[in-house]
């Protein structure tokens, strides 16, 4: 009987240190919540008879610490209001999906596809509809704050624009930089 309680002991010792050893080379498995962002981005602007708005909420993973992708819901709106010839508004809807990478200490690149539509209004009457897309590159800065969330700040270039755009309904962008600010949690 003594033999047998050294022997159920050493087993268990020996099933111990396996189990630490298994422990050690087994990675630890990713919480599905703490690896989810939730975020985006809102624009305002008012200039004369000029008005922009952008909403840009967005959703993302982090595969690994410094590697995110996601998707970003775009809905822009230009109005241009006028007495004289009626007012003309300008709606583009659409997605865009992006990854980006940190480098460093907050720093990181982006890389973003987006695919929009729009069509504009005069008068109450539409004009007609296009197709947009958009490849844009960058890079930007991340700010910490409290339980992971994070203000984030990005200067972007569209390698889709194509120089110098005689009008607004050309394209939804007339620069080929863009610069946005958002917040993640």
Not at 45 to 69: C, D, K, T
Not at 93 to 109: D, I, S
Not at 142 to 147: A, E, I, L, M, P
Not at 176 to 182: A, L, T
Request: glycine content about 14%; some cysteine.
């Amino acid at each position: 009987m003594k033999r047998f309680g050294i022997i159920a002991a050493l087993g268990l010792m020996l099933m111990g240190f396996c189990g630490k050893v298994s422990a050690q080379f087994l990675p630890d498995v990713p919480d599905l919540k703490g690896k989810m962002i939730y975020g985006g981005d809102f624009g305002f602007g008012m200039s004369g008879n000029h008005l922009n708005l952008s909403i840009a909420p967005q959703v993302g993973y982090r595969i690994f610490n410094p590697w995110e992708v996601g998707v970003r819901g775009i809905y822009h709106l230009q109005c241009y209001f006028d007495r004289v010839y009626g007012n003309e508004y300008a709606h583009y809807f659409g997605l865009a999906p992006y990854t980006n990478f940190q480098v460093y200490k907050g720093l990181f690149l982006h890389v973003e596809d987006e695919v929009m539509y729009g069509f504009a209004r005069w008068n109450h009457e539409t004009v007609g509809g296009n197709w947009y897309n958009s490849v844009f590159v960058g890079g930007g800065y991340r700010q910490y704050s409290y339980n992971g969330s994070y203000a984030y700040f990005l200067l972007l270039y569209n390698l889709s624009w194509g120089g110098i755009q005689s009008n607004s309904w050309d394209t939804p962008y007339t620069s080929p930089i863009e610069f946005r600010v958002g917040y993640c949690f």
